[in-house]
Structure formats: C-alpha cells, structure tokens
T-cell receptor
Framework: QQKVQQSPESLSVPEGGMASFNCTSS?????YFWWYRQHSGEGPKALM?????GDKKEGRFTAHLNKASLHVSLHIRDSQPSDSALYFC?????????????FGHGTILRVHP | DPKIIQKPKYLVAVTGSEKILICEQY?????MYWYRQSAKKPLEFMFS???????DNQTASSRFQPQSSKKNHLDLQITALKPDDSATYFC???????????FGKGTRLTVV
C-alpha cells in the first residue's frame, strides 16, 4: 500500500484561480511533511515544509497539516501559468535520516490563460 | 548555476552492461542521496550517505552501488542493467535534520 497518497491525479485551473492539493499518510511515524514542485525536465524543488498542526503561509502558498488525521494540503492562490508543474507531497519520519523522503505519486497542475 | 551537477543528462545502455552515474554537489552539504523516478512508481528513495558513510539502503538489489570518493561526490554504479532499471535517477543533498533536500536535474537512463 502506498504510504503517501495524493489527490487529485491532475488539476486544471484558470489563471488567477485557486489550486488545491491533498495528501494523506498511512504511517503515523511520518511527522514532517514537504511540498515539492517539479517542472518538466527538472528535478523536484521544495516549495515549503510543514511540521506543526495548523496553517503555514508563504506568499501565494498555504499549507495545512492535521497530524491526528495525517492529512496535509497545499493551496495556491492567484495561480499563474508558470505554476503548471507536477506537485508532490513528501513525508519524513522522526530520527536522523530525514533526507529519506517518501513521496506521493504527484498531482499534475495545469494553469490555463 | 546548478549547485548539484549530474552527468550525463541522458544515458542509453544495453541490457547486461554497467554504467556509472556521476553526482557532485556544491552546496556544502554533509548528506547526499540517490532517488529514482520511473513512470510506474513515485519518486523513490534509494540511498543516503552522511559524511561519506552509508546511512540507509532501500535498494533491494546489490547491482546498485553508491561510491563516494569525496565529501561532495556520490556516484551510482549500476551493473547487469535491465530494462526495468530505465528511469530518471536524481542525486540530492541536505545539510541537517529536517532541512530542505535539494535535487539535481537527474540522469535519464534508458536500458535497451
């Protein structure tokens, strides 16, 4: 069973709209969550991390974590065509080896003019 | 300037052959990793090295051998290549616990 499940598989939003991504973990050892973005032909790049319950806002990006339900979400407001990419949720457990990330399958975002 | 350099960008190999994927990072990080991304599976953790020591190996096959000759180098040797090894291999690095993991641009390997 996939330990980190993402939804939806793909998403299309108009320019200026809101894009929302969801992620659920099945492993309670996962305490640290990241959102990564990957443009075509590039490596994944971290957008933001969230380690505590509640919301975390960075510019147009807002992440939300509920540790009790192991659910994390990402919302992008005022979406731009340059936001079109593959978005991943990634989780890490406690301990020293936190470069070991478990990724979801990803959500393809298309922002259309 | 890319801070994590992977070479080559593209690689085509014959089944049964051996290849080495090169990675150098110039971020001053102490920990380096290899990840694999294929069409069938999500981005998968393979290995982690800290101060040139193997910390974790999630690769079932001994055909995959990381090699660290310097603190900022972590190459990946793959022997007896199979078509199922076809994937994009990403080198990554990080500085400390719970800090961002930075990824290179990847080496796309195709085994024919």
């Amino acid at each position: 069973q996939q330990k980190v499940q993402q939804s939806p598989e793909s998403l299309s939003v108009p320019e200026g709209g809101m894009a929302s991504f969801n992620c659920t973990s099945s492993d309670r050892n996962f305490q640290y969550f990241w959102w990564y973005r990957q443009h075509s032909g590039e490596g994944p790049k971290a957008l933001m991390s969230i380690f505590s319950d509640g919301d975390k806002k960075e510019g147009r990006f807002t992440a939300h974590l509920n540790k009790a339900s192991l659910h994390v979400s990402l919302h992008i407001r005022d979406s731009q065509p340059s936001d079109s990419a593959l978005y991943f949720c990634a989780a890490a457990n406690t301990g020293a080896n936190t470069g070991k990330l478990t990724f979801g399958h990803g959500t393809i975002l298309r922002v259309h003019p | 300037d890319p801070k994590i350099i992977q070479k080559p960008k593209y690689l085509v190999a014959v089944t049964g052959s051996e290849k080495i994927l090169i990675c150098e990072q110039y971020l001053g990080h102490n920990a380096m990793y290899w990840y694999r991304q294929s069409a069938k599976k999500p981005l998968e953790f393979m290995f982690s090295y800290s101060y040139q020591k193997l910390m974790d190996n999630q690769t079932a096959s001994s055909r995959f051998q990381p090699q660290s000759s310097k603190k900022n180098h972590l190459d990946l040797q793959i022997t007896a290549l199979k078509p199922d090894d076809s994937a994009t291999y990403f080198c990554a690095s990080s500085q400390a616990q719970n800090t961002e993991v930075f990824f290179g641009k990847g080496t796309r390997l195709t085994v024919v």
